[in-house]
């Protein structure tokens, strides 16, 4: 357990840098293939989107390094339990403001994002 908080704050890193640069390769490196993203859609209803689907997506976005936006990356909890573990996060891709769950899988020694649970607000 000692090394899994370090490996979860620099998955933790990866996935800030990935957010900020807007960058779809560095997004897949830490999320496991079978993952999804889950959020409250606009019609009020769960929306689950397949990773590969969510990865395409982020594509297509503007990037907020691009944009010459500041930084707001915050690690605001890390709870482990043996090979799960849990982050919430917290970050901004102006004008909104993320909180994210990431529930994380240690599959084969490395660390990797399972579930994306996120919520956002302006």
């Keep these: 357990m000692d090394m899994d908080i370090p490996a979860l704050r620099s998955l933790a890193q990866t996935y800030f840098d990935a957010a900020y640069e807007m960058d ?5 490196s830490i999320f496991h293939p079978s993952s999804s ?19 395409a997506a982020v594509r297509n976005m503007k ?6 936006f500041e930084r707001d990356d915050q ?4 709870d482990v339990e043996r090979e799960l573990a849990l982050l919430k996060v917290k970050f901004q891709i102006p ?11 240690k599959v084969n020694g ?3 994002i ?9």
Excluded: H, Y
């Design 110 to 112: 490395t660390w990797k």
């Design 63 to 68: 990037a907020p390094k691009q944009q010459g």
């Design 24 to 28: 779809a390769e560095k997004f897949a």
């Design 75 to 78: 690690i605001l909890s890390i």
């Design 114 to 122: 399972a579930q994306k649970v996120m919520t956002s607000k302006i």
């Design 37 to 55: 993203v889950t959020k409250v859609a606009e019609d009020g209803n769960v929306g689950v989107t397949p990773i590969a689907t969510w990865l």
């Design 95 to 105: 004008p909104r403001s993320f909180t994210d769950l990431l529930s994380c899988l």
